[in-house]
């Protein structure tokens, strides 16, 4: 059965970081697409990254470029996104979701992705 297990949200003051973990079993990178959404309160979810099921391409919501990172370490079977110069508007549950139907470049679309994660809260507060 495949899981997904966020890890790694907290209380950061405006310009910190933190370091998601997505870890997910019964299923491997290189069977589908994996994404980081996040909701905020009052708003829809949105993508915020995702990465190839064969790790060549990534993408990154606009409100996130040059702050966000994806990466993946198959050997321990978790994806990781890296937040930097975190915002107040960054404030939200973050999901991780897999996506075995996705092929080629990952996308954005929540109904693409099959398997979600129960979400870990990031808060922005100074």
């Known amino acids: 059965q495949l899981q997904l297990v966020e890890s790694g949200g907290g209380l950061v003051q405006p310009g910190g970081s933190l370091r998601l973990s997505c870890a997910h079993s019964?299923?491997?990178?290189?069977?589908?697409?994996i994404g980081w959404f996040r909701q905020a309160p009052g708003k829809e979810r949105e993508g915020v990254s995702c990465l190839s099921r064969d790790g060549d391409s990534t993408r990154y919501a606009d409100s996130v470029k040059g702050r966000f990172t994806i990466s993946r370490d198959s050997a321990k079977n978790t994806v990781y996104l890296q937040i930097n110069s975190l915002k107040l508007d960054d404030t939200a549950v973050y999901y991780c979701?897999?996506?075995?139907?996705?092929?080629?470049?990952?996308?954005?679309?929540?109904?693409?992705?099959?398997?979600w994660g129960q979400g870990t809260q990031v808060s922005v507060s100074s």
């Open positions: 979701a897999a996506g075995p139907r996705i092929y080629g470049l990952c996308t954005f679309g929540s109904d693409d992705y099959d398997y």
């Open positions: 019964g299923f491997t990178l290189a069977n589908g697409a």
